[in-house]
C-alpha cells in the first residue's frame, strides 16, 4: 500500500471518477497537470480484506436469562447473610441458627425474586414454542406462570406496604427513572433479545435508490463489502445506533440486578441493625460490576465485535492537518467518492489527511471517529474486557485472602465462582479471536 507521503505529490483530482459534489476540483491551487506520472484516484480505491471468524459457540437468550436470575438471587441471599449473620458459635450466644430467619421479610424476598425474574418470563413466554399438538397446553401454561407471578407480586406488595408504608416503598420505583432517562417512554427493551451473532442479510433489506439507502430498522444485523459511501456511512449509523443501544440493555439491567438483588435488602432492613456499612457497599458495587461484565459478554459476543470492525474498516477516518499545510495540493471532498490512504481533501471544516485502507466517512464527524478508534482494532474491545474482568477476579482474590469473617469468606467465593464463568467464555473468545487476526495480512485485496 503507498504510503501517506508518496501520496502527498502524486494524488490529484480525477474529473472523471469526482464529478459529484466539488468535482474533485484541486481548491483554489488550480491545478491541472495532465502527466502519466499522476495516479487516478479511482485506480486506488480497493476493497480491504476481512479475516474469516469461525463459529464460535454462544449462550442462548433463555439460558442466559437463567444465569442472570441465579446470580441475583445468590447475590440477594449473600446480602442477607451480611445483614442477618449471628455468632452462633459463642458460648454466651442465643442464636441457634447461623441467620436471624425471623427479621427477613418474605414478602419483599418475594418482590425481589418476581423482579428479578421478568426478563427469564419474558423471554420464556417469547422463545419457547412447540409443535402445533402442544400449542394451546404451552400457551395455557405459559398464562398460568405469568398469572401466578402477577397474583404473588400483588399479594405481596400489598403487605410490604402495610408493614414499611407508602415513601419506604417508594424505593422500589427508583430503576424506572434510570428507564425514562436511558429509553424514553419505549417499552421495547424490556422484550428486546438480540440475537448471539448477526445474521448476513443487509442487503436484502435495502430500498433501491439512485444515491441514498435506507435501511430498515428490524433489518438482520449485517456486513456488505461495496465502494459506495453511502451504503457504508448508513451501515455505519445502524451498527451505532444498536451499538448504543445494547450499551443501554448493559448498563439498565446490570443496575436493576444490583439495586434489586443487594440495595433493597439494606433499605428495609431494621433500622436497629448494626452492620458493616463499607463491606456492603463493596458488596453492591461488586455486584454491579459482575452484572455489567455477564451482561456485556453476551450482548458483544465475538462475531458482533467483528461485524463492527468490518464496517469500521470501509468507514476509515479523517485526521485534521494544521493550516501551514494549506499549499499542498488537495481534492475538494465529495460525498460520493471513495478516498484513498493518504488522500488530501478540503471540506468546510478545514483541511483533512485520509488514514484508512479507504475512507468513506466524513470529515470532522466526531461519531464517526469514534466508531473508527473503537472498532478498527479488533481486539480492542476484547481486550478492555479482559482486563477489567480479571481486574475484577483479582480484587475479589485478594480481599478473600485477607478475610477472616465467615460471612465475607462465602460471599466472595460465591461471586469469584460466579465470575469464572464469565473470565472463561471471554478468554475463550479472546484467544480465538488473537488467532484468527494475528496472522491476517491487513493489507489489500483487488
Known amino acids: ?146 398469572s401466578s407471578a402477577v397474583i404473588c407480586a400483588t399479594y405481596a406488595l400489598y403487605h410490604v406496604i402495610n408493614e414499611h408504608g407508602v415513601k419506604t416503598c417508594l424505593f422500589l420505583g427508583y430503576p424506572a427513572v434510570i428507564y425514562l432517562l436511558l429509553f424514553g417512554l419505549s417499552i421495547k427493551p424490556l422484550y428486546q433479545h438480540h440475537q448471539a451473532w448477526p445474521r448476513p442479510a443487509l442487503a436484502g433489506d435495502r430500498q433501491s435508490g439512485p444515491q441514498r439507502v435506507k435501511l430498515k430498522e428490524d433489518a438482520p444485523l449485517g456486513h456488505t463489502c461495496t465502494l459506495t459511501p453511502d451504503i457504508v456511512r448508513e451501515e455505519v449509523d445502524v451498527l451505532k445506533r444498536d451499538f448504543n443501544g445494547r450499551l443501554r440493555q448493559v448498563l439498565f439491567n446490570s443496575l436493576t440486578t444490583s439495586f434489586y438483588a443487594t440495595g433493597v435488602p439494606v433499605w428495609f432492613s431494621q433500622n436497629t441493625l448494626y452492620y458493616d456499612w463499607w463491606w456492603m457497599c463493596q458488596h453492591v458495587c461488586l455486584t454491579w460490576l459482575s452484572a455489567l461484565l455477564m451482561l456485556t459478554s453476551h450482548f458483544l459476543q465475538p462475531h458482533y465485535l467483528h461485524l463492527l470492525h468490518k464496517s469500521a474498516r470501509h468507514l476509515g477516518r479523517w485526521q485534521r492537518m494544521e493550516a501551514r499545510n494549506a499549499h499542498v495540493p488537495y481534492n475538494a471532498w465529495s460525498e460520493l467518492q471513495v478516498w484513498p490512504q493518504g488522500a488530501l481533501v478540503k471540506h468546510v471544516r478545514g483541511l483533512f489527511k485520509a488514514e484508512g485502507i479507504n475512507v468513506t466517512a466524513e470529515p470532522g464527524n466526531s461519531l464517526h471517529g469514534r466508531f473508527y478508534m473503537l472498532f478498527h482494532q479488533p481486539m480492542r474491545v476484547m481486550n478492555w474486557l479482559v482486563f477489567l474482568t480479571c481486574s475484577v477476579v483479582g480484587y475479589q482474590f485478594f480481599r478473600l485472602v485477607q478475610s477472616s469473617e465467615w460471612s465475607h469468606i462465602i460471599s466472595l467465593a460465591l461471586l469469584m465462582f460466579c465470575n469464572f464463568y464469565t473470565l472463561f467464555k471471554l478468554l475463550r473468545d479472546w484467544f480465538l479471536m488473537g488467532k484468527v487476526y494475528k496472522d491476517h495480512d491487513y493489507g489489500i485485496s483487488n
Open 1 to 146: 500500500m503507498p504510503g501517506g507521503r508518496r501520496l502527498f505529490s502524486r494524488i490529484q483530482s480525477n474529473n472523471a471518477y469526482a464529478s459529484g459534489k466539488g468535482g474533485g476540483s484541486g481548491g483554489s491551487h488550480g491545478h491541472d497537470d495532465r502527466d502519466g506520472n499522476v495516479v487516478p484516484l479511482a485506480s486506488m480505491v480497493v476493497l480491504p480484506k476481512h479475516s474469516y471468524l469461525p463459529e464460535i459457540p454462544g449462550d442462548g437468550n433463555l439460558y442466559f436469562e437463567c444465569m442472570l436470575f441465579v446470580f441475583g438471587i445468590i447475590m440477594m441471599c449473600l446480602q442477607y447473610i451480611n445483614l442477618y449473620k449471628t455468632v452462633w458459635w459463642l458460648p454466651q450466644s442465643h442464636a441457634q441458627y447461623a441467620l436471624n430467619f425471623y427479621l427477613i421479610d418474605v414478602n419483599l424476598v418475594i418482590i425481589i425474586s418476581l423482579i428479578l425474574a421478568v426478563r427469564l418470563l419474558i423471554c420464556f413466554v417469547q422463545e419457547v414454542t412447540g409443535s402445533k399438538l402442544f400449542h394451546w397446553p404451552l400457551r395455557i401454561t405459559k398464562g398460568i406462570f405469568i
